[in-house]
């Protein structure tokens, strides 16, 4: 399939996992100065999300309504049940009655730390879009697997088992992040050109699976040891619209900067 050319369609969504880090004081703190930072104009033509954890979730809600600030919530995590005898877990229900947009499923910590499975991943999907969220499916090989030459296979597996059972129009109004796993936390990030090129064939993959439209809104974020310096030039690649960004969005100047990749495009 060709490679489709970032549309207006697909608006650029540029997200904030802060993991476990930040309590409900600092959260607010970070999200102000965010919001002093981020200009008029960022918000028109770039989503920023910011994923606090869950403790944090109602103070920046209150933040976020009472100012007008023009940050999506998100959540990092959440169970693919209503409600029941689940300890610890949320339901998606409780997330979207905090005006929670984006929630990140089966991010790779998630998948290795935590047992999540590809079954748990579309359990979870269905659950998010069933109370009006955007998931953010998180996909990605490990150095083994890149290195062994299974890099498609791996992620292009996990994007099928996450889609299964949606119907294109559903498939179309997700975000998966591609974020491979020899990335995250180390400061070594893919190249612009193999993003692109992992990228590009999930995009073909949700074409064959979901159909073109499907493929043509689907955004498709880049993640792993994103920074201000490299945003500019993975946004400049055709198929990737947008990045999940863990340790540099705790800074609120560095996220700052990345949402607003293109005052620096080419730089
Ligand atoms: P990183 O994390 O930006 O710190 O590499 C990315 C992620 O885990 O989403």
Request: negative net charge.
């Amino acid at each position: 399939m060709p490679e489709s050319p970032a549309t207006p369609a697909r608006r650029p969504l540029i997200s904030g996992n802060w993991k476990m880090h930040l309590n409900h004081f600092e959260a607010i703190q970070t999200v102000q100065k965010l919001s002093y930072l981020l200009g008029p104009d960022d918000g028109e033509g770039v989503e920023v999300s910011v994923h606090p954890p869950f403790t944090d979730i109602r103070s920046v809600q209150t933040l976020i309504d009472a100012d007008d600030i023009p940050i999506a919530l998100g959540a990092q995590h959440c169970h693919w049940e209503e409600k029941g005898a689940f300890t610890g877990e949320v339901a998606p229900a409780f997330l979207a009655k905090l005006n929670v947009r984006y929630v990140i499923v089966g991010h790779s910590e998630r998948r290795e730390l935590f047992g999540e499975t590809d079954e748990m991943v579309n359990k979870k999907t269905a659950a998010v879009q069933a109370q009006g969220m955007t998931p953010i499916v998180c996909v990605g090989e490990t150095l083994e697997e890149r290195e062994a030459g299974g890099t498609e296979a791996k992620v292009l597996g996990q994007v099928a088992a996450a889609l299964a059972g949606r119907t294109p129009a559903q498939v179309g109004a997700l975000v998966i992040a591609y974020e491979p796993i020899w990335a995250i936390g180390t400061g070594r990030t893919a190249t612009a050109a193999d993003a692109q090129a992992v990228i590009g064939a999930i995009r073909a993959k949700v074409a064959e699976l979901s159909g073109p439209d499907a493929a043509a809104s689907v955004r498709i974020q880049y993640g792993g040891s994103v920074k201000a310096s490299n945003i500019a030039e993975l946004m400049a690649q055709p198929d990737i619209d947008g990045a999940l960004v863990g340790g540099a969005s705790l800074d609120p100047e560095e996220l700052a900067r990345i949402a607003q990749y293109r005052s620096h495009e080419g730089s």
